[in-house]
């Protein structure tokens, strides 16, 4: 069995990509970390990032209320969720990108027509090298946490990874 550098899971022998996250697995051969920083981020899991509770709107929520909360709240997403479930996440780029100018002339319409739905999500005991690498390949700035049955746990941003390399660097170098 060989297991993949960035989320641990086992993959069979010979295998050039991880079934669990696709990375590929020929990364498993490179040369171990050349320094904290890099040993922080392939050991340390997204847990220690200690994930928010994420600010959550049901798909049928008018966008123009999804807007003022995020505004009201200093929030960059909502998580759009129904009876506990996962069904997308509206950030500040959904509305620059898909809504734009139009924000009064569609404010009364459901959230869920301008979400990303079935957004990439993480677990807790994901290494903090797997959310930044899925951070990164889709150009989020935020990533849903879920339990091992799917379910939403929190969520964790782009500033709560600055803020991690930011400690660790400084640690680094006391």
């Known amino acids: 069995m060989i297991t993949c550098g960035l989320c641990d899971s086992e993959n069979i022998d010979g295998a050039e990509i991880c079934d669990n996250c696709g990375q590929p697995l020929v990364d498993a051969h490179l040369p171990p970390p050349a320094n904290e920083v890099e040993r922080r981020l392939l050991r340390d899991r997204v847990s220690l990032l200690a994930p928010q509770s994420p600010v959550t709107v049901v798909p049928t929520m008018p966008v123009g209320s999804v807007l003022r909360l995020m505004v009201e709240r200093k929030i960059g997403c909502v998580v759009v969720a129904e009876e506990g479930k996962l069904l997308g996440i509206f950030s500040e780029r959904d509305a620059l990108l ?5 924000a009064a002339a569609l404010a009364d319409r459901p959230v869920s027509q301008f979400m990303t739905p079935q957004p ?3 677990t807790a005991d994901a290494k903090i090298a797997f959310a930044v690498q899925r951070m ?4 989020f700035r935020h990533l ?10 929190g969520i964790i941003s782009a500033r709560d990874i600055l803020r991690y390399l930011t400690d660790i660097m400084t640690r680094a170098r006391s």
């Open 136 to 139: 990164d390949l889709g150009g």
């Open 98 to 102: 898909k809504i734009n100018a139009d």
């Open 120 to 122: 990439q999500t993480v």
């Open 144 to 153: 849903p946490v879920v339990d091992d049955q799917g379910r939403l746990a």
